[in-house]
T-cell receptor
């Protein structure tokens, strides 16, 4: 079974803090994704990565950056957290041959106060 | 632009009352249609992938079907534990690896 883990289930940070969310997958998947999920807005793609050290902007990259130094690990960084970044953050991964079949982690509920 | 629309937004059923959830999609060159189940406060759990019109997949009380414009998730004799949000997503040929998600259908099954 594919396993995607995220570093924290719940996180509370203050406005202006730098926040790191980490995601690890154990299936040697090439592709990794970061989404945020908000009521009424559904799942929105923030960033994704097709390979180590590669990254592509998704639909809402503003205020976020990412890092992928190793194949199994994909980090989402909030350089200066703001209250409008309070959300559920979900990491997913996919690999060949089912390139589009994404498997999700448990999510991190981030609250910025 | 790829689009996925799910209906209804919410569905309340009595235990044992069968029904269907709808997912309409508009994508260029469908590469796959995906169904997920999401429990409150958790990440989506993968259920099915459908690749071509006419394809069907089953798992316990759930059956997913696909046409050229829609997918249906049929729930037969549901139980309270089937209560969850069901998400549909589509992959188009111009968006390598990326999925377009619908807003989801919140299913509540009353005992």
């Amino acid at each position: 079974d594919v396993k995607v883990t995220q570093s924290s289930r719940y996180l509370v940070k203050r406005t202006g803090e730098k926040v790191f969310l980490e995601c690890v997958q154990d299936m040697d998947h090439e592709n990794m994704f970061w989404y945020r999920q908000d009521p009424g807005l559904g799942l929105r793609l923030i960033y994704f990565s097709y390979d180590v050290k590669m990254k592509e902007k998704g639909d809402i990259p503003e205020g976020y950056s990412v890092s992928r130094e190793k194949k199994e690990r994909f980090s989402l960084i909030l350089e200066s957290a703001s209250t409008n970044q309070t959300s559920m953050y979900l990491c997913a991964s996919s690999g060949v041959p089912q390139t589009y079949e994404q498997y999700f982690g448990p999510g991190t509920r981030l609250t910025v106060t | 632009e790829d689009q996925v629309t799910q209906s209804p937004e919410a569905l309340r059923l009595q235990e044992g009352e069968s029904s269907s959830l709808n997912c309409s999609y508009t994508v260029s060159g469908l590469r796959g249609l995906f169904w997920y189940r999401q429990d409150p406060g958790k990440g989506p759990e993968f259920l099915f992938t459908l690749y071509s019109a006419g394809e069907e997949k089953e798992k316990e009380r759930l059956k997913a079907t696909l046409t050229k414009k829609e997918s249906f998730l049929h729930i037969t004799a549901p139980k309270p534990e089937d209560s969850a949000t069901y998400l549909c997503a589509a992959a188009g040929g111009t968006s390598y690896g990326k999925l377009t998600f619908g807003q989801g259908t919140i299913l509540t099954v009353h005992p």
